[in-house]
């Protein structure tokens, strides 16, 4: 965090309107962490406080109460200090994307409807489980009320499905430098290396047999190669949006 304050030029934007996160300049950006792990209250909340920003945590609601994962009174309290809390599904299936459309609807809902009786506030955001997104899935958030959704998807431009914003995110993993983390702002190149790099697995996953390991290894040599050509598609997980 204290690399990524060298590198932004703004605090992390809190508004949750999807006409201001639409509108926002080039330089807005967001900071989310999804799930709900206690690590959100115990660690990130204080972090992000002492530099004057605030996060958005998406809390997978099944899970609120549970051994290392946030209480409903720790949600409130992280409400309470100025961060957004979003929803992140209730169970958080495996492969979002592949649920039928009524438990797509109903993950949404329900999820928003019990983060909203916490913290005693409307919940229009969330973000796509395991980055499993697909138009159906923006749709049933819109069903459900959710006015701005964050993928995975490692793009700076926001679109609509529906009257719902759909926002990418740049993941920051566990291991990477701080540098590294820090030139996902800062850096169109780097951004560019990770969608690619994102684009390239998502191909690959798809793929079966003993066509897999060769198929994937050309894609992520032509990503490397020439990141360039690869703008005009750019698509990829992520924790860090701009
Ligand atoms: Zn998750």
């Known amino acids: 965090m204290s690399r990524i304050a060298t590198v932004v030029r703004q605090p992390p934007l809190t508004t949750t309107g999807s006409a201001e996160i ?11 962490f999804d799930d709900g792990g206690l690590s959100a209250l115990t660690e990130i909340a204080g972090m992000l406080e002492r530099k ?15 051994p290392s994962f946030c209480s409903r009174d720790q949600i409130r309290e992280l409400h309470e200090r100025g961060h957004v809390i979003g929803s992140h599904s209730c169970s958080h299936p495996e492969r979002f994307s592949s649920c039928s459309r009524e438990q ?7 999820s ?11 919940v229009t955001t969330a973000s796509v489980p395991g980055g499993f997104y697909s138009r159906a899935v923006a749709q049933a958030a819109g069903e ?48 560019l290396r990770q ?30 190669a020439d990141p360039a050509t690869s703008a005009t598609k ?8 701009r």
Request: hydrophobic share 45%; net charge positive; no cysteine.
């Open 112 to 122: 928003s409807q019990i983060l909203s009786g916490i913290i005693g506030h409307p």
């Open 52 to 66: 004057g920003w605030r996060g958005w945590f998406f809390m997978a609601t099944d899970f609120i109460g549970q």
């Open 144 to 191: 459900a009320g959710i006015v701005v959704l964050f993928n995975s998807e490692p793009v700076t431009s926001t679109t609509r499905v529906g009257s719902t914003l759909i926002v990418g995110r740049y993941n920051v993993y566990r291991g990477m430098s701080a540098d590294d983390a820090a030139s996902l702002v800062s850096s169109p190149v780097r951004r």
């Open 234 to 241: 750019v698509t990829g997980s992520g924790k860090m949006t």
């Open 104 to 110: 797509m609807i109903d993950e949404w809902t329900r």
């Open 22 to 32: 639409a509108l926002a300049g080039k330089n807005a950006w967001t900071i989310t």
């Open 195 to 224: 969608a690619a790099f994102w684009n390239a697995k998502k191909v690959a996953k798809v793929l079966v047999g003993p066509l897999y390991k060769a198929v994937r290894e050309r894609l992520l040599k032509q990503a490397y």
